[in-house]
């Protein structure tokens, strides 16, 4: 079946720091990745909508100065949040494109700012 | 810009009885709808996708699509404890090929009791 791997699952990290977070699509390619926040409190938010061999879109309050996204091949995509701070906390969920045109997800990142 | 919301915010239910979610949107070219759950702030698990009117199901839960009326239900057959969780309505356009972006409702949280 389609799989979607999240890691690392939960991350402290120290405010004004870096993290790092990697998708992994498994038994299907994704030809279209989404990334998506879940701030406390708050419904799931589209952050970027990457498609293999065209740019990386970014919704509005997201930047890719703040957000780099990589996106090499049909099964993998990494993105970053750079210097965060309490605002960036929440659950970052990777979406990816498989069969029947439905979007999975993996189990998510949360990210913790202390 | 695509508005979802969804009712009620949370809903208790008795095992066994059918438990019943709604979720309106704005946008009356959508066409592209999926009922997903996430248990206690995990990623999420995708439910039904429907495109078209009328009805589909898989397995106990049944989504009824009224673009028309600017609806899409999601009904629970036989709700049983495991079924507690917060369910999210997601509403996206097919159109360009983007139907990863996806605008969330804030969910139905459902518990059901034993």
């Known amino acids: 079946g389609a799989l979607v791997y999240q890691y690392p699952r939960r991350t402290i990290c120290k405010s004004g720091t870096s993290m790092r977070m990697e998708c992994q699509a498994v038994g299907f390619q994704a030809t279209s990745v989404a990334w998506y926040r879940q701030s406390p409190q708050k419904t799931f938010e589209l952050i970027a909508l990457?498609?293999?061999?065209?740019?990386?879109?970014?919704e509005q309050n997201f930047t890719q100065e703040k957000f780099p996204i990589s996106h090499p091949n049909l099964s993998f995509s990494s993105m970053t949040v750079l210097n965060a701070y309490l605002e960036d906390r929440g659950l970052y969920l990777c979406?990816?494109?498989?069969?029947?045109?439905?979007?999975?997800f993996g189990e998510g990142s949360r990210l913790i700012v202390v | 810009q695509q508005k979802v919301q969804q009712s009620p915010e949370s809903l208790t239910v008795s095992e066994g009885a059918m438990a019943s979610l709604n979720c309106t949107f704005s946008d009356g070219t959508s066409n592209n709808f999926r009922w997903y759950r996430q248990h206690s702030a995990k990623g999420l698990e995708v439910l039904v996708s429907i495109f078209s009117d009328g009805e589909k199901e898989e397995g106990r839960f049944t989504a009824h699509l009224n673009r028309a009326n600017l609806h899409v239900s999601l009904h629970i057959r036989e709700p049983q404890p495991s079924d507690s969780a917060v369910y999210l309505c997601?509403?996206?356009?097919?159109?360009?090929?983007?139907?990863?972006?996806?605008?969330f409702g804030k969910g139905t949280k459902l518990s059901v009791k034993s």
């Open positions: 990457s498609t293999v061999n065209s740019a990386i879109k970014y």
């Open positions: 997601a509403v996206s356009m097919r159109a360009g090929g983007s139907n990863a972006k996806l605008t």
């Open positions: 979406g990816a494109k498989g069969p029947g045109n439905t979007l999975y």
